[in-house]
Antibody, heavy 124, light 107 residues
């Protein structure tokens, strides 16, 4: 069973970028699909996008399409989420989550497990 | 995008109560509906997947069901550790979307 450990909290200025990492241990890295979900303070969950490492293909929600990039490094079993053009509204906890691989361009499966979350604060 | 309308947004209940939370999908999603529990300061945890399958290790007081476009999470007898926020999620099509959440509070 995979376990996910995310990088630590970040404090960023408006207009800058942030890159959050999510290191997977256990399991076979290519047997999973990874997603990023964010949660603004006191708010609900929002899917940002995902990646299928075995194909290296990613998919993004329209809200983030222009600003987000999700990548993997198979040698270190790490998934990255980079968000650019940060604004105060991007202040949130960012979670990575894994789901069992189900094919090319397939995001049908539930998220289990999740990383512990990374707080990104955007403030001048 | 598929909208997930979850209700109620909050409820007050007592230990031992039966609690029901509903999620309605704006489009057909078959049974690609999952339920998560989130406690303050923690990541969400899956309870039910594929509308009605209980995740390993989750108490049997949690059940999920489907009636057409409506999905229900039921807690048969609320326990102290069940006070939390619950979210539904559709994985039928991208973008994956979540309901707005239901906060279960102590009466």
């Amino acid at each position: 069973q995979v376990q996910l450990v995310q990088s630590g909290a970040e404090m960023k200025k408006p207009g800058s970028s942030v890159k959050v990492s999510c290191k997977a241990s256990g399991g076979t890295f290519s047997s999973y699909t990874f997603s990023w979900v964010r949660q603004a303070p006191g708010q609900g969950l929002e899917w940002m996008g995902g990646i299928i490492p075995i194909f290296g293909t990613s998919k993004y929600a329209q809200n983030f399409q222009a600003r987000v990039k999700i990548t993997t490094d198979e040698s270190t079993r790490t998934v990255y989420m980079e968000l650019s053009g940060l604004r105060s509204e991007d202040t949130a906890i960012y979670y990575c989550a894994s789901s069992t691989y189900c094919g090319a361009d397939c995001y049908l499966n539930w998220f289990d497990p999740w990383g512990q979350g990374t707080l990104v604060t955007v403030s001048s | 995008d598929i909208q997930m309308t979850q209700s109620p947004s909050s409820l007050s209940a007592s230990v031992g109560d039966r609690v029901t939370i509903t999620c309605r999908a704006s489009q057909r999603i078959s049974t690609y509906l999952n339920w998560y529990q989130q406690k303050p300061g923690k990541a969400p945890k899956v309870l039910i997947f594929a509308a009605s399958s209980l995740q390993t290790g989750v108490p049997i007081r949690f059940t999920g069901s489907r009636s057409g476009a409506d999905f229900t999470l039921t807690i048969s007898s609320l326990q102290p550790e069940d006070f939390a926020t619950y979210y539904c999620q559709q994985t039928y099509s991208t973008p994956l979307t979540f309901g707005g959440g239901t906060k279960v509070e102590m009466k």
